[in-house]
């Protein structure tokens, strides 16, 4: 059997993985001679996106403006998409719906069936008995 190539894959995809998900290098080069070392270098380098980046807690360049509204919305917390497989703010794709496909979360369905103000009183009344430590159900 000889090795094929898939033609699936081409560099816009190879790309957008290695900017979703990082790429970090590490080398630690030392020379020495007789045992004594003459020489040492570190090197770090990382290629990612900002939003990656961002996640992973890397350093960014001295200088970088952290308060654009391009690097808020890196910064933003993302899910994927079940249907689309598209990136959408985590908060919208479990609220609302996918800006992308339309598809909606069950929390997003029950929110509609029920209303909002029901279901965001109910977790509120949950997170304050959590803080207190007590119960309804008692």
Known sequence: MQPQRGRDGTLLQ???????????????????????ELLGI?????????????????????????????????????????????????KQLMDEYCPWCGWQSAYSKRLEETGSAQLHSSAEDAESEAESGTTSHE
Do not use: H
């Open 14 to 36: 190879v790309v957008e993985t290695l900017l979703d998900k990082g790429l970090v290098l590490n080398a630690d080069i030392m020379v020495s001679v007789a045992g004594v």
């Open 42 to 90: 570190r090197i770090r380098a990382a290629l990612a996106s900002f939003e990656t980046a961002a996640k992973y807690g890397l350093d960014f360049p001295a200088g970088t403006d952290r308060d654009t509204v391009a690097w808020q919305e890196a910064i933003e917390q993302k899910e994927t998409c079940p249907q689309c497989a598209k990136r959408a703010p985590l």
